[in-house]
């Protein structure tokens, strides 16, 4: 679904689970030892949420860092290849894309 959706929705879902401890804290502060754990509850399900939802992120984020390192192995064959014909500006045209393929790769497994 998207590196920033995951992010999104694993954000969230903490927020919501701190939301849950807050009212158990309040039910326990009141003495509804039943309702607090309740709450404990459904606040420890939203933090579970939240994690498949970074792990789905993080799945997204290698997915795409394979894909950016596959394209800047192709720009890199391409450059060799200009460069094997001679054409040096187009060989370092196709070189610098390699690099920035590569670095957008690094960024996202950063």
């Given amino acids: 679904m998207g590196i920033d ?9 903490m927020a919501k689970g701190f939301r849950q401890f807050q009212k158990a804290d309040n039910q326990l502060a009141k003495g509804k030892v039943d309702s607090a754990v309740k709450h404990y509850d459904k606040g420890l399900n939203c933090f579970a949420t939240a994690e498949d939802h970074l792990a789905k992120a993080e799945d997204d984020a290698y997915s795409k860092a394979g894909k950016e390192v596959d394209k800047g192995n192709k720009e890199l064959k391409k450059s060799i290849d200009e460069y094997g014909k001679g054409s040096v500006d187009s060989a370092e045209r196709h070189y610098e894309s390699a690099m920035n393929s590569y670095d957008e790769a690094l960024d996202l497994i950063d």
């Fill in 5 to 13: 959706f995951q992010m999104h929705r694993a954000s969230a879902n």
